[in-house]
């Protein structure tokens, strides 16, 4: 099993900045992805940000050239770092596990909120 444990969301104002962790424990060496997600009220889960196990990294078209994903393997912890946030940003942001036989694992969310 994998565990995630999402932590940074809070209440920023328009064209700030937060960072977010996923801290990750457990069968880490099955993972091949980790990525982060959001939802805001009303709508669908979708995909921000991933990184690969090789250190590829995508990103959705609404936040490329404002979040980075990046890594820190001896902390076994993924970061969101977010700049120039935005009232759609808005949202609970979770962060996902994608392994190779074991599944999906998700994180409970931490709650992001930009006020304009």
């Known amino acids: 099993q994998v565990q995630l444990v999402e932590s940074g969301g809070g209440l920023v104002q328009t064209g700030g900045s937060l960072r977010l962790s996923c801290a990750v424990s457990?069968?880490?060496?099955?993972?091949?992805?980790l990525g982060w997600f959001r939802q805001a009220p009303g709508k669908q889960r979708e995909l921000v940000a991933s990184?690969?196990?090789?250190?590829?990294?995508s990103y959705a078209d609404s936040v490329k050239g404002r979040f980075t994903i990046s890594r820190d393997i001896a902390k076994n912890t993924v970061y969101l770092q977010m700049v120039s946030l935005k009232p759609e940003d808005t949202a609970v942001y979770y962060c996902k596990a994608t392994t190779r036989i074991l599944g999906d694992y998700w994180g409970q969310g931490t709650q992001v909120a930009v006020s304009s």
């Open positions: 990184i690969t196990r090789s250190g590829i990294t």
């Open positions: 457990g069968n880490i060496f099955s993972i091949n992805a």
